[in-house]
DNA sequence: ACAGGAATTTAAAACGATTTGGATCGTACA
DNA sequence: TGTACGATCCAAATCGTTTTAAATTCCTGT
């Protein structure tokens, strides 16, 4: 049914109709009702196509997704929760991970193709290629995670670097001297947001700072497996582990396993959890010590502060830090006399 | 750059350059190269929502995404590969898990808004509202799964009962008698499918089914843990489990070793891999036998198929039945003596 | 040189909404 | 009574393409 024929039904002008529906004053309260209630009777719903044609807007988000991240769908489920009472979608494009020609040629498209009216940028770096792009083409942007990058952007973020200090400080005050952290990709923002956190930690106490015990990578089981195993085959072996990730801290728990040690006795874990519906750390055995920031929650603000990016609210005022909870359960423990 | 403009630019008529730059085979081979390589040059790109207006294509793909689904992610990011040759978006809407009502009412919004030339339906079960529905309404659909539902409708489906029928004869050819099934949502075709597969292995022994040995839920570490705790706590405990997914699986270990047994020695288990990139079946440990079938390849294949759909493959023609691969590492081995 | 037909190209009509700039209707006030 | 003004409503222009139907150009064979 188009707006021509339903106008005509209920013996008004497309305009009045139009108007009632879109919410603008200048018409009566009783057409408005009148109007609303027989949309929802005669089933009449606006072409969408037509709509975006004559205002110019797109009415979707878009966001890039890497390959890897399982993270991603958690955050997706978190924006979709809050755009579901808006008229706006979100529009999925994937990319290579670590491909970052493709990367910023996708992120290109996406602008200028005019599918979408913001799109919304992860894991930056803090000199980041794709937020000047996007400042460029003069398309609205958001970043998930913080940049230094030198143009204006909005930006949500959560406090890494408090969230590592604190854990790292933690597991000092239980009497560890050598703690391990296993930490996500090299080079982006948060990785180094954490590295800084784990380094303050050690140096309030004045305690030195050994890059032996640090390592960087993908959050996966694996790479969790392989890098607590080659820390316990180190020969002062760590008695902590701060891990970036539940899925790096399964292969820590592994590893720790694998070399007849126990987690939360001999060998203490704390790992950050971006809390999954379908593995918790409270599951976990030893339940798992976590710093954890929802991820969904995080999702569904970022889609709000695109929508008030979107309707001109200016990007510099939007800047999100939020505080990170140290949740301590069974894998944290006093450090085992040396 | 509008087209209007850009084909006087080039001394042509805005419909030539159109259907240069479509493809069409009334324009000379000379006009069409000239017309692409000006539009590159210039930058023309005709407007996403002008087209989709005057084809009343919707250039889109909806898929809709339960809360709780890790395989989610993996399942788009093999649609999206597929489709970022195309100009066709994936559009994800998301539901809350269970509330059947919900899934409905956004289905149907969906198909009648316009936004997407053809859905995706997950997880069918054998008398699946949705499938109906979307029949009644329409609009071009794939379904991820199989259903006995009593209308024509395209789909792509594993062979999940054929899976857990081999896992569960590989365990009996171990020796193994008391075989555990940690199976997906009750309900679910499935679910059934894998129950299914089960009860034949069973049978072609002559072995009897036994119903407490089998239990249904979603796939999380947690129902993982607690049924496998369960199971090993019944007087006459299982040696074997068949898990339905590597999340169930990490439970499972869990419950095991927190019983003082040991995987792969005391108790076997074969869990059925969709193939993450995060989560690898080969660095458990021990490393798990698995059914395994990549949920990226056939996220990939669907939109495929889906594209078949959109332009005219008659639904009835599109039927796949994927094999699933069994692969035996270190969680299986031989029933320990009674 | 010219008819006939194929190969190109084009003008103009959709597509289905929003929005601009007026029109109409009542009511209140001088 | 006439005017001004606010409250409603409407006709027509517009958004930027594709596509239909018709016009033009270019060959080819006689």
Chains 1, 2 share one sequence.
Request: glycine share 8%; net charge neutral; proline share 5%.
């Amino acid at each position: 049914m188009k707006l021509k024929e339903f106008a005509k039904q209920l013996g008004l002008s497309p305009t009045t109709v139009s108007r009632a529906l879109s919410g603008y004053p200048e018409v009566s309260e009783k057409t408005r009702k009148r109007v609303a209630e027989e949309a929802v009777r005669l089933g009449y719903r606006p072409n969408i196509n037509a709509v975006r044609l004559v205002t110019g807007r797109a009415g979707a988000i878009g966001v890039v997704m890497g390959r890897n991240e399982f993270q991603f769908c958690e955050f997706m489920s978190g924006m979709a929760e809050r755009l579901d009472s808006e008229d706006i979608d979100i529009l999925v494009s994937p990319v290579a991970d670590q491909d970052m020609k493709a990367e910023l040629q996708l992120y290109s498209r996406l602008a200028t193709s005019g599918r979408v009216d913001a799109v919304i940028i992860h894991s930056p770096k803090p000199n980041d290629e794709r937020i000047l792009l996007l400042h460029k083409l003069g398309i609205p942007f958001l970043v998930h995670g913080r940049s230094e990058t030198n143009v204006p952007h909005a930006w949500l973020d959560i406090d890494n670097e408090g969230a590592i200090r604190r854990a790292t400080s933690h597991l000092l005050d239980l009497g560890h001297r050598r703690i391990a952290l296993i930490n996500g990709r090299d080079g982006l923002t948060f990785t180094l947001h954490r590295d800084k956190g784990y380094r303050e930690a050690l140096e309030q106490r004045g305690l030195p700072f050994d890059p032996r015990l640090v390592t960087h990578g993908q959050f996966t089981d694996e790479i969790g497996f392989r890098s607590a195993r080659s820390f316990l085959e180190q020969s002062l072996r760590p008695t902590a582990f701060v891990a970036g990730s539940m899925m790096t801290a399964l292969g820590v728990y592994r590893a720790v396993r694998s070399v007849g040690l126990v987690v939360g006795q001999d060998i203490s874990v704390i790992a950050h959890d971006d809390v999954f519906p379908y593995l918790t750390a409270d599951n976990m055995v030893p339940s798992l010590s976590t710093s954890r920031s929802s991820l969904r929650a995080a999702g569904a603000r970022l889609a709000d502060l695109t929508l008030q990016l979107i309707t001109g609210r200016p990007a510099t005022e939007i800047h999100e830090l939020w505080p990170v909870e140290l949740i301590l359960r069974e894998s944290t423990g006093p450090a085992p006399d040396a």
